[in-house]
């Protein structure tokens, strides 16, 4: 399974737990910092089967047919070639594979008032 943006890694905790022993969970995350945090946190909780790899942009370091599933929460939003991300997660997951993510879209124009609201941006 790979965790498209993992950040720390949380969601790989769970995703190490579905996989297995036998499985394997893999993360990419755009800055070194959070991919060595992730690394850091899964070893920390004694998972061994996992592989953080730091990417520059929305090429994934994978290849063709590599994963059963994607996983990915709150990054597809972040990206500016959404299509090169969508085109790059689905090359590496098998036929017949799954990708899950969650991401916040917008269907209409935000108001002024909340367009340049860094707070209300985060929540
Ligand atoms: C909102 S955080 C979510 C982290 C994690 N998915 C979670 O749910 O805790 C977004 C993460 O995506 C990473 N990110 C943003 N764009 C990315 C890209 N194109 N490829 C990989 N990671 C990316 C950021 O560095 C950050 O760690």
């Not at 969601?11 to 297995?20: I, Q, R, T």
């Not at 070639?81 to 085109?87: G, I, M």
């Amino acid at each position: 399974m790979l965790d498209f943006g993992c950040g720390a890694g949380f969601d790989l905790f769970v995703a190490s737990k579905l996989v297995g022993e036998r499985g394997r969970v893999c993360g990419i995350d755009l800055t070194e910092d959070m991919a060595t945090r992730a690394r850091e946190n899964l070893a920390l909780a004694g998972i061994a089967n996992f592989e953080i790899k730091k990417v520059d942009s929305e090429t994934i370091p994978y290849h063709d047919h590599d994963f059963d599933a994607v996983i990915s929460n709150g990054v597809i939003n972040l990206s500016p070639c959404k299509q090169t991300a969508f085109t790059e997660i689905y090359r590496v997951i098998k036929p017949g594979g799954r990708l899950q993510f969650a991401d916040v879209i917008l269907e209409n124009d935000l108001p002024a008032s909340l367009a340049g609201n860094a707070e209300a941006w985060s929540q």
